[in-house]
Structure formats: C-alpha cells, structure tokens
C-alpha cells in the first residue's frame, strides 16, 4: 500500500546524470502537480547521459533539456534541503550524502537500489536494454511507492 504522498521529492545519485534525472522525469510524467520534484548528484562532473535520454523518450519523457547539478549546487542556489517532504537516493554514495546534509532535519530518506546502468553492454542495443532495465525499475518503484498516478 502506497504511503503518504509528499508534497515535495528530492531524488538523487552519484552524478545526477543517469538514474535520478530519469526518477525525476518519471514523477513529474505520472503525478504531475502533485509534488514539488528535483534531482541532484553527490558530485556535477558529467552532463545528462545521452542513453538515458533515449530510453525515457521511448515512453514520451523528455530528459534532453535537463541539467546535472549537485548537492552542494542546489544549496548554493537557494534550494534547501530541508524544504524537502522525501529524499530517495538511488545509490549507497547519495544515501550516505543525504543523511548527513539532512543529519539535523526532520526528513525522511529513502534507499532504492537502483542498477548504475552505465558501463554496461558491449554494444547500442546491449546498453540501450541495461537503461531500459534501470529505467523499467524506477518507474515500478515510483508506482509502488506512489501508488496508481490517477490515485489521490
């Protein structure tokens, strides 16, 4: 059973590159207005992955216009994280940065192991299925966690 929604979700990964940018647009595209959505990285050394730009596009989730940024980024202009209802992190390294920048605020944050498809398959196609497998797994996590996006 889907818990209570947040009015705003922080998601985050390593790089803000691949997994959260893609949990980021999955909300916004299934439960549009009802939450505030953002994503961040615990480090800003890469711009968004161009697989997954194509594997959010697939399924009409437009990613391209997206920008990487970090925690440090986000606090620098003005985006507190203790504005944040929910923070998902979507590997070990955004989890552990979560609860430290959060250590003495009352924020729930969550652990999602989600697949770092990068660095996986040999070839397009193989690389293309490892992002549409980290891509798949955050959209079923999104909707066991939120519930059905009809669903108030």
């Known amino acids: 059973m889907a818990e209570r929604f947040p009015s705003s979700v922080l998601f985050c990964c390593d790089h803000n590159s691949v ?8 909300m916004k595209k299934l439960y549009g207005q009802r939450a505030y959505v953002q994503s961040a990285g615990v480090r800003n050394d890469r711009e968004i992955d161009g697989f997954s730009i194509a594997v959010s596009a697939e399924d009409g989730v437009e990613l391209d216009r997206h920008r990487s940024r970090s ?50 398959g040999e070839t397009r196609e193989a690389k293309l299925d490892a992002y549409r497998q980290t891509r798949d797994q955050i ?7 939120f519930g059905s996006p009809g669903k108030e």
């Open 19 to 26: 997994r959260s940018p893609i949990a980021e647009g999955y």
């Open 71 to 120: 925690f440090e980024e986000m606090i620098e202009w003005g985006d507190d994280l203790t504005g944040f209802d929910l923070i998902v992190a979507l590997s070990p390294a955004s989890q552990r940065q979560a609860l430290e920048l959060t250590r003495f605020a009352h924020i729930d944050v969550e652990y999602w192991p989600i697949m770092d498809p990068s660095g996986l």
């Open 139 to 145: 959209k079923e996590r999104l909707l066991d966690r």
